[in-house]
């Protein structure tokens, strides 16, 4: 078990990481002043916090531009994003003059912006607003909410991911659950997609513990070797290598900034030299752990394996 730091050993990059442990879905939470300047942020800091009365909480850091319109508004909505919504997630996150301009939204109760095509969506009155840390944890209390039952977008471990219905929680008739479960479990093993997931996590679940010898995250290793490769990368023209959201792109990019692994341009990223040894020393645990895994394999197989997943790639 790791023991709970001093302050003068605590490091958050590592605290980060461990909370990154715990899957959250994703939300934008909107809000208008009222003087009518609009704001929309992407958190998966949401959560339920009462019954009744029926209260909802998330969170903001406090030395945000947005943080301060929360702070005025007298309502603010949570949109859940949907599965499909990974775009929408970035646009958010990103510091744009107007997030809203080409957008398709309407206005909720008080004019908090509301989204079509969300998972579900809370309207709220501000309740309260408490002080935890170096953010404001808002309190809202629901005045109307909408459920239209969509897979949800997540988030896991500096990735953005799905979720599915575990195949152990499919409910049978009486007298027939064991034959059921036994047929459901071989149908969840055959499909090819469930297949691929499966295989990922697994070869992530080995791969991961060799990574992190190196001091590194998953996202700030995948950070270092495309920029290792390609050099002068933007945070948002990182996201797409990295499939997750800017926000978590942009820590990256400061943690490795910090340590000196990289360096900002000002148009773009590269790495330092510290940064391209360590980049060199990620490809060699990834190669090492690639050679481990596929070893066997046939090289007709991997042949095969390959263009497979270039065809899925291109398709």
């Known amino acids: 078990m790791t023991e709970a730091p001093s302050d003068t050993d605590f490091s958050p990059h590592a605290f980060r990481?461990?909370?990154?442990n715990f899957a959250t879905g994703v939300?934008?939470?909107?809000?208008?002043?009222?003087?009518g300047e609009k704001v929309g942020v992407t958190a998966s800091s949401f959560n339920?916090?009462?019954m009744d009365p029926p209260l909802i909480l998330w969170s903001s850091m406090k030395d945000t531009l947005s943080c301060a319109?929360?702070?005025k508004a007298e309502h603010f909505a949570v949109n859940i994003l949907a599965s499909d919504q990974m775009e929408m997630s970035n646009h958010f996150a990103r510091q744009n003059e107007d997030k809203f301009a080409g957008v398709d939204w309407e206005p909720g109760i008080g004019g908090s912006p509301l989204f079509p095509n969300t998972a579900g969506r809370f309207q709220c009155e501000s309740y309260a607003k408490l002080d935890g840390g170096d953010h404001w944890i808002f309190v809202g209390k629901v005045l109307a909410f909408d459920d239209y039952g969509r897979a949800p977008l997540c988030f896991h471990q500096g990735s953005y991911s799905m979720v599915f219905s575990h195949p152990a929680t499919a409910t049978q008739p009486e007298g027939q659950v064991e034959q059921s479960a036994l047929e459901a479990s071989g149908r969840y093993k055959n499909h090819t997609f469930f297949q691929m997931l499966q295989a990922v996590r697994a070869y992530q679940?080995?791969?991961r513990p060799k990574l992190e010898t190196q001091g590194l995250s998953v996202i700030e290793a995948r950070v270092l070797l495309v920029l290792s490769e390609v050099p002068g990368l933007t945070a948002e023209s990182l996201v797409p290598y990295l499939n997750a959201?800017?926000?978590?792109?942009q820590e990256a990019l400061s943690n490795l900034t910090d340590r000196?692994?990289?360096?900002?341009?000002?148009?773009g990223f590269a790495t330092t030299e510290s940064g391209r040894a360590k980049a060199t020393d990620c490809w060699n645990v990834a190669q090492s752990h690639a050679e481990e895994a596929f070893a066997k394999f046939s090289e007709a197989q991997m042949e095969t394996f390959t263009e497979?997943?270039?065809g899925l790639i291109e398709h």
């Open 17 to 20: 990481r461990a909370l990154g």
């Open 27 to 35: 939300t934008i939470v909107t809000a208008v002043t009222p003087e």
């Open 48 to 50: 339920s916090l009462s």
């Open 69 to 71: 319109v929360f702070e």
């Open 205 to 207: 679940d080995h791969y």
């Open 245 to 249: 959201p800017l926000v978590e792109a």
């Open 260 to 267: 000196g692994m990289i360096s900002d341009h000002g148009s």
């Open 308 to 310: 497979v997943l270039q």
